[in-house]
């Protein structure tokens, strides 16, 4: 068996995201994020190679939210499971801003979990 090393370490983590495809705005959660991309389950299908811009948000226990991150990804697959499909999307060029809410998005989670290691 061939264990592949990923660039990122993935963080299991359920954040909100939002996307609009073809004038619907679909909201899903996240199944894990790294500094490269996240795995989301969402209620739509997303054709492979889709570039978009989705928002993601976190929620805190206290029900207090961050601001949302805008994020230019593309999706690099999707796959239909118990109802809702879920996919796998890779960031593109992102700006200078929104790389530093995403590293302090997961320096938050590195505090609170432990990488996940697929």
Known sequence: MTIIEREHPRFAHHAEISVTLRGALLSGRTVN??????????????????????QLVLRFDDGAQSEAIRLRCRTVWCTPINGEYQLGFSFLNLAAAAQQDLELFLRFLDQRVKPARI
């Open 33 to 54: 994020v790294s500094r490269g991309g996240l795995c989301a389950l969402l209620q739509m299908a997303v054709e492979v190679g889709t570039e978009l811009e989705l």
